[in-house]
């Protein structure tokens, strides 16, 4: 195990108990990327051909709409998998980018190999299983949890499930993502 993936292990053993041989295996699929702030790992319209690990840093995962306002559909913080998952899937155009908000590290698999562990792997199908149902769980909590609720209500999920928003994220991509201007953002974190 290398310093590089030593984040990943643990949260690999955390869901499945796995010898160093299979680590290995795991690890040797996996390169490091170092990103700056603000740098992009996929443009929309391009094809996702990467799952991402996020060592040190976050992701956002977002698209812009045809009024240009951005739509964020997911903050991936540190120990946390994120990928253009329609497009990683399917092999098609993604409709969102990926990018860096901070100083980032991530690994990344390319999906023939990502694959190729999870058909070979019985671990690695379970960590696939759990990503592909937290993914699931995250967006449909956010959908309904998000409509109709009041605008305190959502960033009181947020905070939930997204402890780290707030002081790690600007203010404008926190409103953005809950959907309030950044005064009605600054008016709900003083109600707390």
């Avoid at 993936?5 to 990327?33: N, P, V, W």
């Avoid at 605008?151 to 707030?166: S, T, V």
Wanted: aromatic share 12%; net charge positive; with cysteine.
């Amino acid at each position: 195990m290398n310093r590089h993936t030593h984040r990943l292990f643990q949260y690999i053993q955390s869901k499945t108990r796995l010898d160093d041989s299979a680590m290995e295996r795991i690890g040797a699929c996996f390169s490091c990327k170092k990103l700056k702030r603000n740098e992009h790992l996929l443009i929309e319209g391009n094809v996702c051909r990467y799952n991402y690990f996020v060592n040190h840093g976050c992701l956002r995962f977002y698209s812009i709409n045809e009024q240009g306002q951005e739509l964020i559909r997911y903050f991936a913080f540190e120990g946390k998998f994120g990928t253009a998952l329609s497009s990683f899937i399917e092999e098609q155009s993604a409709t969102e980018n990926i990018q860096a908000i901070e100083k980032t590290e991530v690994l990344a698999i390319a999906r023939t190999d990502f694959y190729h562990l999870v058909d070979t792997m019985s671990a690695m199908n379970a960590i696939y299983r759990d990503v592909l149902e937290m993914a699931y769980v995250t967006s449909q909590q956010r959908i309904y949890d998000f409509q109709g609720q009041p605008a305190l209500e959502r960033l009181k999920w947020l905070l939930q499930y997204q402890p780290n928003a707030l002081t790690r994220l600007p203010s404008k991509m926190v409103a953005a993502y809950l959907g309030v201007t950044p005064y009605t953002l600054s008016r709900l974190k003083a109600e707390l």
